[in-house]
């Protein structure tokens, strides 16, 4: 079953073997000092969280299991498969089994964990009645979860291979890093993320503030850290260099894979430098242990690579249609070989580095063969376990029944609440070309309205758009699946394509209540270049008709909040009352998130208009909302709207530092990153605008002003555009007025196709500026009339001070 490959071994003794009966047990553990003193200093000081990152066998695990062994006191442990069932929060409720017993009083809100543990029934608080709101049931969950680690402290949480990990348990671990236990010292390990490829783990923590997550990075062993290695394994006072430099050289100083060569040498005995057939690299390794093994059991261990890292003996006995005691047999002779190794709960791989290369000497066709005979028998247990059923069936090239258990996975994930784990499983699907286009609109129907707070969505968006570039695509399907694009695009700061792709969906969006929101979106006057404001009241009132036809209060309650949002841009002054009204009312009470995201925007319009008090008190409002729900996703926008807040009233000490932060956290969060941008421009612009600003600050302003100019034009980003070019207007007007002219102009004709003139009043007082500079106030008289004109009875603070400085230069 394994291709053992070629034997070149050649003989070629030494007068000094080194003989395996000399090797002490497991390989010292060195090269590993700071690291582990660093450990302790934080654990030793709750609450703490601690992501250990590393590439695959750097040595996560044994330095975690170095810090808790003479670590006193409780340890909850758990640990992630790589192909976990869809069930939310699964390694964090393992380690929670594991303390069971010490339980104490509990918060009555972990009975929201009853369900999901049923075996601690006797101990937990009877389970609350469902709530209507999916978000508001998920954050119940984190708070259950987060009481029962209370009672559990002090305590010290050890979660390993976090990169496999469910989103919701990414989700409360970013939770946790915000809202810390008393008392529990958090540990993670993960894999560190590679370009283009992070991880649920990553991408959650990316979200949070920089000093929440202490992050500890593994590099490899140096050559100083090998040689000792070496010494202590292999027994030598003084190992050859030329040994250390080949070990350092073919194994990159991965430690598992320096153990495994240094064990295999000294196993091997005679000088490890003799002859050419020395395994310096872990497959040679594995090849070398696997030849003395019988065809039998080179069987068995194949199939046990391809069933997992800890390969279950009654499921090998069916694939293999041998008995149990044959199966024992050869697993027992592949731990003697030193291919497994025990680990309590019976034999598993000694890495998953050592599974694989076991995995890839496995014929293709035969490991297919094998994917397909698991598969089988997986189907007879119950319940099915369909994520290993998905697996399995798409490692053996069985298309559809990949897919059948795929959108399985994926519903009962979407079950569970875990649309993050969902959208994951439905992604894989659209990757079968032979999949029927009835079934592909089906499940990118799923992907859509899964995808939206799920996974990465940049592997979502190409796939979605290929669909809608299919002419045949249904009228229903094309119009759920451009929404979906549409809204995906917003999020990842493509203002204009979502925008548009939001206005192509629309006709297709058959039903009342998907319609009305949709039409909401379009109400937002902020977001792209090209559409007046008359369009955009006329989106709203579509929105409304739609959304008294659905009956769908959701529908009703979105299409409100965009009003008063396009009502507040405006200038209305009756759009106050309509928002206490609204924050007052049961249908947003009910709805924290969608509350805390429109106090945020609510603020920001604030501030657009000149309100700086109003503005903060929705902040403040939003602020607490996010911290009651735990709502991660929009800590960025908080933090964006407190910074703004900050820049329009002057308070700029330290403020440019707290922007470039912001930036530098915020690329998971595209859709605050140019508005950030621009603010911190803003803020470099006005500091070195100063008579105290150097010629260097002056540059730098500028070509940051520039850069978010070239991203808000790509992407059809308006209030980041008229922000910058007035901004550069504003820094330019005293030493090249006529250039500060034309980014003016520039802004002014930008806001005039918006329609609400007010965003214009910084811009139009630079040309007033500039005209009575160059002795011809008249010149800007227009623009001074424009802007007269067009915030007349206006709620524009901001625009009445910017005019009255116009007339000031520039009389009527």
């Not at 808790?68 to 409780?74: N, Q, S």
């Not at 283009?196 to 050559?223: C, E, K, N, Y």
């Not at 580095?353 to 490991?367: G, K, M």
């Not at 470099?684 to 940051?704: F, I, K, M, Y």
Request: glycine letters at 8%; a negative charge; charged letters at 25%.
């Amino acid at each position: 079953m394994i291709d053992g490959g070629e034997d070149k071994t050649r003989g070629g003794g030494s007068p000094t073997p080194v003989r395996s009966e000399r090797l002490r047990g497991p390989v010292e553990f060195v090269g590993r000092a700071a690291e582990l003193a660093r450990l302790r200093r934080l654990v030793a000081t709750p609450p703490c969280l601690i992501l250990l990152e590393g590439e695959p066998g750097i040595g996560k695990s044994r330095l975690v299991a170095e810090l808790l062994a003479e670590l006193p006191g409780r340890h909850l442990i758990g640990e992630c498969d790589d192909v976990p069932e869809p069930f939310p929060l699964g390694v964090l409720l393992d380690a929670i089994r594991g303390g069971a017993d010490r339980l104490g009083p509990l918060n009555p809100v972990a009975g929201a964990l009853a369900p999901l543990l049923p075996e601690l029934a006797d101990v937990l608080p009877d389970a609350p009645p469902p709530l209507t709101d999916p978000a508001a049931e998920r954050h119940r969950l984190l708070r259950a979860v987060a009481a029962v680690l209370a009672a559990l402290s002090p305590a010290t949480l050890l979660l390993e291979d976090l990169h496999w990990a469910d989103p919701a348990t990414c989700e409360l671990l970013a939770y946790l890093s915000t809202h810390p236990v008393e008392g529990l010292a958090v540990v993670l390990t993960a894999r560190t993320a590679t370009p283009g490829s992070s991880t649920s783990i990553h991408d959650a923590l990316a979200r949070t503030p920089p000093w929440s997550v202490t992050r500890v990075a593994l590099s490899p062993l140096d050559a100083d850290d090998v040689r000792r290695l070496a010494a202590r394994t292999l027994r030598l006072d003084d190992p050859p260099q030329q040994l250390t430099a080949i070990l350092l050289d073919r194994t990159a100083g991965i430690p598992f894979v320096v153990e495994e060569v240094l064990r295999t040498l000294a196993e091997r005995g005679g000088d490890p430098l003799a002859d050419d057939s020395v395994p310096f690299v872990l497959r040679d390794v594995l090849l070398w242990r696997l030849r003395p093994l019988d065809e039998a059991t080179r069987e068995v261990l194949g199939a046990a690579a391809v069933l997992g890292m800890t390969p279950d003996q009654r499921v090998l006995a069916s694939v293999l249609s041998l008995d149990r005691v044959a199966i024992g047999a050869a697993l027992t002779t592949a731990h003697r070989a030193g291919l497994l190794h025990d680990a309590g709960d019976g034999l598993r791989f000694r890495h998953d580095l050592a599974r694989q290369v076991v995995y890839d000497l496995v014929p293709r066709e035969s490991r297919e063969w094998l994917h397909l005979r698991v598969a089988r028998v997986l189907e007879q247990e119950l319940p099915r376990p369909v994520a290993q059923l998905a697996h399995h069936y798409r490692r053996a090239g069985s298309g559809a029944d990949f897919v059948r258990n795929a959108e399985a996975a994926a519903d009962l994930a979407t079950e569970r609440g875990d649309d993050a784990t969902a959208a994951s499983f439905l992604l894989q699907t659209m990757d079968i070309a032979e999949l029927p286009r009835p079934v592909r609109v089906r499940l990118a129907a799923k992907l859509g309205r899964s995808a939206i707070d799920g996974l990465s969505q940049a592997e979502a968006i190409p796939v979605l758009e290929r669909l809608l570039a299919d002419r045949r695509l249904p009228p229903g399907a094309r119009g759920e699946l451009g929404l979906v694009l549409g809204r995906m695009l917003r999020q990842q700061g493509e203002a204009l394509r979502g925008y548009t792709e939001i206005e192509r969906a629309v006709p297709y969006l058959r039903a009342p209540r998907r319609k009305a929101p949709a039409l909401a979106v379009l109400a937002a006057p902020d977001t792209v270049v090209g559409r007046h404001v008359d369009d955009h009241l006329a989106r709203c009132a579509e929105a409304e008709t739609a959304a008294a036809a659905s009956g769908d209060p959701a529908a009703h309650l979105a299409v409100r909040i965009a009003r008063a949002s396009l009502l507040l841009e405006l200038g209305d002054p009756a759009v106050w009352a309509i928002i206490s009204e609204l924050r007052a009312s049961a249908d947003l009470a009910d709805r924290p998130r969608e509350h805390a995201r429109a106090c945020l925007n609510w603020a920001q319009g604030a501030l657009h208009a000149g309100h700086p008090e109003q503005a903060e008190a929705l902040l403040a409002a939003g602020r607490a909302l996010v911290d009651e729900t735990g709502y991660e996703r929009l800590a960025s926008l908080v933090e964006a709207t407190e910074l703004s807040l900050d820049r329009a009233a002057g308070r700029l000490d330290g403020l440019a530092e707290r922007l470039s932060r912001l930036v530098a956290s915020a690329e998971r969060m595209p859709v605050t990153l140019l508005d950030a941008r621009a603010e911190l421009a803003t803020v470099l612009a006005r500091t070195a605008g100063t008579e105290s600003g150097r010629h260097d600050q002056v540059e730098s302003a500028e070509r940051a002003l520039r850069e978010v100019m070239v991203d808000a034009r790509r992407v059809g980003a308006i209030w980041p555009l008229v922000q910058a070019l007035s901004a550069l207007a504003r820094l330019t007007v005293t030493g090249r007025p006529d250039e500060a002219v034309r980014h003016a102009a520039e802004a002014l004709v930008l806001v005039r196709g918006k329609g609400i003139l007010a965003w214009a009043a910084e811009a139009v007082l630079v040309l007033a500026e500039a005209a009575t500079a160059a002795g011809d106030p008249g010149r800007a008289a227009g623009a001074v009339a424009e802007l007269e004109a067009g915030i007349a009875g206006r709620d524009a603070p901001l625009a009445q001070a910017a005019l009255r400085r116009c007339r000031a230069l520039v009389p009527a």
